[in-house]
């Protein structure tokens, strides 16, 4: 079984295409695990509909406001796949996402799979694609963080004891780089599996904040130092603006 972590919070204007994606799903064995984090709009309503329609999806709402990184850990518990999946409640997977990455971790002996994906602008939905390569590790990962979290598929026993960080904005890369360091196998998928929509003003959107707080990751959990943490910036600077708006 595959579990698909799902947080969201006032997700109303695109959850419900996000659990079709799922629903979808050329590959059936999976259990959707939403976890609503206090949302203020139609998003629990939303949800209740597609758990009435089909029991592979469960709906749990936090006690109070957790942010995505705990909501993440607290649906990691919740779980029971030999696989755990992570979905952005916004984004939205193609059909055959889970049956390829299943495929991709058996022959690549694998313990994360990842893919690649497309951005895509809400304002006007212009696409980009991102492809990435066929593998990764923590040293290329820490040049190039090429692992979408929402493209992310591994193994539920990495995470059992080594969870997302609630203290780093960036809480995925930051779990990457950990994995990978401690012996994780990273396999690629160049096909472009999932759809990231790109929303102005979002966290993500923010790059110069974004650097700053992949800095962060990479003084204070992996104690790189001063002038390699410089050239790991420039490079960050660079690739976010070919990734983001073309060369």
Not at 4 to 26: D, G, H, M, W
Not at 54 to 62: A, E, F, G, H, T
Not at 83 to 91: E, H, K, M, R
Not at 114 to 130: I, T, W
Request: glycine share 4%; net charge neutral; with cysteine.
């Amino acid at each position: 079984m595959v579990s698909v972590i799902i947080p969201a919070y006032n997700a109303e204007r695109f959850i419900a295409k996000t659990l079709e994606s799922v629903i979808c799903q050329t590959y059936s064995n999976w259990e959707a695990l939403v976890l609503d984090d206090g949302s203020r709009d139609d998003t629990i309503g939303i949800v209740n509909r597609f758990v009435e329609q089909d029991s592979r999806i469960r709906l749990y709402q936090n006690p109070q406001n957790m942010g995505v990184a705990a909501t993440r850990n607290r649906g990691i518990e919740l779980s029971s796949g030999e696989f755990v999946a992570f979905l952005d409640s916004d984004d939205v997977w193609h059909a055959d996402k889970l049956e390829k990455q299943l495929q991709r971790a058996e022959t690549a002996q694998a313990d994360i799979v990842y893919c690649s994906y497309a951005l895509v602008q809400e304002k006007d939905g212009s696409r980009r694609d991102y492809i990435v390569p066929e593998e990764t590790d923590y040293e290329k990962m820490l040049y190039e963080n090429v692992l979408g979290c929402s493209t992310v598929m591994l193994k539920r026993k990495l995470v059992e004891q080594q969870k997302f960080d609630v203290n780093f904005y960036h809480e995925d890369y930051a779990l990457w780089l950990k994995l990978l360091r401690n012996g994780a196998k990273a396999a690629g998928i160049s096909q472009v599996l999932v759809d990231y929509t790109v929303i102005e003003n979002s966290r993500s959107f923010n790059k110069w904040n974004a650097a700053k707080k992949r800095w962060q990751v990479w003084k204070a959990q992996e104690r790189i130092s001063v002038r390699k943490r410089l050239i790991l910036l420039s490079r960050y600077a660079f690739r976010g603006v070919v990734k983001h708006w073309g060369e």
